[in-house]
Nanobody, 122 residues
Framework: QVQLVESGGGLVQAGGSLRLSCAAS????????MGWYRQSPGKQRELVAT???????NYADSVKGRFTISRDSAENTVYLQMNSLKPEDTAVYYC????????????????WGQGTQVTVSS
């Protein structure tokens, strides 16, 4: 009943920038946490950044100072501004959502987007 749609991926040269967007829709009662994870071939999916409903953010050490996570005023969309991109940032980026749905007992569930490819050339 909840869908996540990512956009903003693509090809970029090293040192360039991209902004990823993730729009959440469906039977959402309350957003708890939204974030971004990434996975490259042969590697496990890893945390990139998260933002809690409180506004608190967490970043992987590898992206601190380069990436910024934010959300809109309606808390339906999360963004990842990626600056100073490096070839090692190349991966499929997945949007992640922790939310309560509008069905009793309003359980908190985890949802994943389909992923968007980010490729950084040297």
């Amino acid at each position: 009943q909840v869908q996540l749609v990512e956009s903003g991926g693509g090809l970029v040269q090293a040192g360039g920038s991209l902004r990823l967007s993730c729009a959440a829709s469906g039977n959402i009662f309350r957003l708890v946490t939204m974030g971004w994870y990434r996975q490259s071939p042969g590697k496990q999916r890893e945390l990139v950044a998260t933002i809690h409903v409180s506004g608190d953010t967490n970043y992987a050490d590898s992206v601190k100072g380069r990436f910024t996570i934010s959300r809109d005023s309606a808390e339906n969309t999360v963004y990842l501004q990626m600056n100073s991109l490096k070839p090692e940032d190349t991966a499929v980026y997945y949007c992640n959502l922790e939310a309560r749905i509008r069905v009793p007992p309003f359980p908190q569930n985890t949802y994943w987007g389909q992923g968007t490819q980010v490729t950084v050339s040297s």
